[in-house]
Each structure stands twice: as structure tokens, then as C-alpha cells.
């Protein structure tokens, strides 16, 4: 299906270019949000009669979202949750989270601004995109911790999980019987007998 882009679409072009996308994509994406025409005949008349108007609303939209982006780049936001050991969280993290704590932070975006091309299920600091218009994207770092003390140390840039892992396998030892064979149960129940034995 041939359309009208009345919008700059990331991976398929900018205002006023025809192109061809799939019929569902077309259906369910770009007309009903109004970012393009169907193109047929009348339609683009209609887009060369208002295409001053609609670059114009453009270049507003686009000023007015250069402006904002001013406040959201380079913004970090913590999110504190639970995780597991290996620092698999319960649960993950959505949009819904990074757009609730921006505002905490003094910051409105919307769900639909916020880029996120997998949820986040561990912790760590993640890097997400904020597409506050189609021409002006901007970063946020959103720092995911198991507590206050875990968010300020990733934040500055330690790796916490493969420390604990350190900490882990210098804290466990196993008591070793060089004469034990593979798999020799009775060797390794005998030896603290004898022990009691000699005290």
C-alpha cells in the first residue's frame, strides 16, 4: 500500500515522500495516528495545497521539542527493586516505571516518547532512548539497584554482580582429603570421627 508521509517516520522517510509499506502497518500505525495520507489522487492535492502549513507545524513541533529535550538529556533516574542473586529482577522493568520516576524528577514525557526495544529484567545502568518528536531524540540513563548504597556505586561505574561473584568464591573454602578417592563417601564421614577421636 502506497501512502503520504505527513511526518518524518523513522525508517521510512520524511514529510511529503510516498512510500510503500505493508497494509496492516498502514491500517493500524500510520493513518489512524495521522502521521500519513493514503496515496491516491485526491489525497495529494490535498497534501500540496496544505504542505506549507504542515512543515510549518512541523518546524513548531520540532522547536518546541528541542526546547524540552534541553531537560530530559543526559537525565539519570534509580529505580530501586528486588532481584535475585545473579541479579535477575522480579519482574522487569516498563515504560510505565521510567516515565513515573522522570516525573518524580520534574520531568513530563510521555508513554509513547519513551524507547525501550527490550524490557529491562536485570540489574545494571541501561541507557533509553526519549524520541520527544520524530527529528529530536534524546538519552536518559536508568540506573536499576537492589538498594540506595547498590544505585550509588553503579552509578559510579562499579560493577556490582561481579563483584559480589569475587566476594562469593573468596568466601567459600571446602575441606579437601587428598587421599579421598571420586565419588568415596566413607572417607569423607571417617575423617571428622578420627578428629573427635584425638581431642
Known sequence: ??????????????????????????RNFLLPRKKALRANEANRKVFEANRAQIEADNANRRADAEKASKNVDGKSVTLIRQASNTG????????????????????????????????IKAIGVNTVKVALHPEVAVTITVNVARSPEEAELQAQGVDVMAEMFEKDAAGFTEAFDPNAEPGDIAAATAAPEGDTASA
Open 1 to 26: 500500500m502506497d501512502v503520504i508521509l505527513l511526518e518524518r517516520v523513522e525508517k521510512l522517510g520524511g514529510i511529503g515522500d510516498v512510500v510503500s509499506v505493508k497494509p496492516g502497518f498502514a
Open 88 to 119: 535477575q529482577l522480579y519482574g522487569s522493568v516498563s515504560v510505565r516505571d521510567i516515565v513515573e520516576a522522570l516525573e518524580a524528577d520534574g520531568v513530563k514525557v510521555q508513554k509513547n516518547q519513551v524507547v525501550l526495544d527490550k524490557p
